[in-house]
């Protein structure tokens, strides 16, 4: 059982320092490669909305940015993947509940590429360890706010997935720790700049499919019914071993 979360303490304005090659590096990097981080749901988007716009050869082979991973589900793993792929990221840290399941699958996956990756279940591990400099949150939408908020006071680069956050109140309490710590920050939203969205706008907007009337949405990933809703509250039954409950 992980130890009880502490609130964070309050958020400082970082002095004027002269930035290391390193440092200018680390955040050039996290604002033009976090797009390498998008999820693999659009499997099938235009390839550019992943792209990285800093190349990996400008950084040296020792100067990779070294990145801690927090939830690895469908959505992390995708990010995982983009990460690596990317070249100039190097995951250092794995973090998730079911420890299982990153050893079993995941690390299976990746394995030849980070083979000493450290695995954890507590996201603070990921956020003090001082040699990882920026952190990629996957976990489900309503712990997106505290690893951030976290994350932002220890000084790291932040890539958060989509949603933001679950209520209002969350999403500010975020921007303030953001802009307050003066850390990188980017939300998975990037596909929505991606070719096959603006198209649709585009063909909306000149009207070449004529007026709009109504617009139905799907998506291929849908739960099944037996899925959804309450269900048995008795969480103990379905506890996975493994799981950091």
Wanted: proline share 5%.
């Amino acid at each position: 059982m992980s130890k009880p979360v502490e609130e964070p303490r309050a958020g400082h304005t970082p002095e004027n320092e002269t930035l290391s090659r390193r440092g200018f590096m680390h955040k050039a990097a996290a604002v033009a490669g976090a797009a390498a981080f998008a999820a693999g749901a659009a499997k099938r988007a235009d390839a550019s909305v992943y792209k990285s716009i800093l190349p990996a050869t400008v950084l040296g082979a020792n100067e990779k940015i070294r990145t801690g991973h927090i939830g690895l589900g469908g959505m992390g793993t995708a990010d995982l993947k983009f990460t690596v792929m990317n070249g100039g990221f190097q995951p250092i840290m794995l973090c998730d509940l079911r420890i299982p399941h990153v050893e079993q699958r995941v690390m299976k996956m990746f394995a030849s590429k980070i083979p000493d990756a450290k695995i954890v279940s507590d996201f603070r591990e990921v956020i003090d360890n001082p040699d990882v400099d920026a952190v990629v949150i996957a976990t489900p939408d309503h712990w997106h706010c505290l690893p951030t908020l976290y994350a932002a006071e220890a000084k790291k680069s932040i890539y958060c997935e989509k949603p933001l956050s679950t209520t209002i109140a969350e999403a500010h309490a975020m921007l303030k720790a953001v802009k307050d710590n003066g850390v990188v920050f980017q939300g998975g939203n990037m596909q929505r700049s991606g070719q096959h969205f603006r198209k649709a706008v585009e063909m909306v907007k000149s009207g070449t499919i004529g007026k709009v009337a109504r617009v139905e949405t799907f998506s291929l990933d849908n739960t099944p019914l037996a899925g959804i809703g309450m269900g048995d509250t008795d969480a103990a039954k379905y506890v996975p071993k493994g799981l950091d409950w």
